[in-house]
């Protein structure tokens, strides 16, 4: 990931949430998401497909992506490997590269978060 590309800054994500769901992702189409811790580097992959209005639901769980309270991730989308040519996220009119996310852990967190709805 280039340190140069332009990332969304998310609101806060509950890391007990049941899914994270993000809009203005490619349509229709099936692509790899890259989640890496920013402190520790580590880096999560899960291949998802979007559906037709441009959303793509990435499972948070101890079987998929797994994120830990008060903590750093960049999240990013490639049709290949993590040093692949990343896939923008559009949000109106701007085009972004990347999402950086920070986890919270609320008494009721939501089933779904949404990013870029």
């Known amino acids: ?46 291949t998802v497909q979007s559906n037709a209005s441009g959303y793509t639901t990435i499972p948070l769980g101890p079987n998929d992506i797994i994120l830990d309270a008060l903590q750093g991730y960049t999240l990013w989308l490639t049709y290949g490997e993590a040093n692949s040519t990343q896939l ?7 085009f972004y590269y990347c999402i950086n996310i920070q986890t919270v852990k609320s008494v009721n967190p939501p089933e779904i978060t949404w990013i870029n709805p």
């Open 1 to 46: 990931m280039s340190v140069c590309n332009k990332c969304l800054d998310a609101p806060l994500v509950d890391f007990c949430s049941g899914s994270l769901v993000i809009g203005g992702v490619p349509l229709e189409a099936t692509f790899t998401v890259y989640i890496q811790h920013n402190a520790t580097g580590l880096l999560q992959a899960i």
């Open 88 to 94: 923008s996220i559009t949000v109106g009119e701007e």
